[in-house]
């Protein structure tokens, strides 16, 4: 069974920085790709950033690009997420994901892509 625990989240004032962490377990980390998702109160579920297995390619909501940086480390089967220059529109739940197949996704900024999910983990951004 795959399980993902995310850390790192926390208070942060507009411009500043946080990083979030996902740990996972339960299978060979490196042969996957993985994905950042968020949820904010009351908005439906949004793609943040993917990575692919090997981190050779990443992707980006365009509301995080330039800002976010998402990357691996498979050693650990750790995949961060890097946020800097943060907005109070950042503010949300934000979620690790994982996918069933190994390998290339086809399609890694739909949530249908992934069959297993972290708990989350509140970032708060104030203004």
């Known amino acids: 069974q795959v399980q993902l625990v995310e850390s790192g989240g926390g208070l942060v004032q507009a411009g500043g920085s946080l990083r979030l962490s996902c740990a996972a377990s339960?299978?060979?980390?490196?042969?996957?790709?993985m994905g950042w998702f968020r949820q904010a109160p009351g908005k439906e579920r949004e793609f943040v950033a993917a990575?692919?297995?090997?981190?050779?390619?990443?992707y980006y909501a365009d509301s995080v690009k330039g800002r976010f940086t998402i990357s691996r480390e498979n050693a650990k089967k750790t995949v961060y997420l890097q946020m800097n220059s943060v907005k109070p529109e950042d503010t949300a739940v934000y979620y690790c994901?994982?996918?069933?197949?190994?390998?290339?996704?086809?399609?890694?900024?739909?949530?249908?892509?992934?069959?297993?999910w972290g708990q989350g983990t509140q970032v708060t951004v104030s203004s």
């Open positions: 994901a994982a996918p069933q197949a190994r390998g290339t996704i086809a399609t890694p900024y739909r949530d249908s892509q992934y069959a297993y």
């Open positions: 339960g299978r060979t980390f490196s042969s996957y790709a």
């Open positions: 990575i692919s297995w090997s981190g050779g390619n990443t």
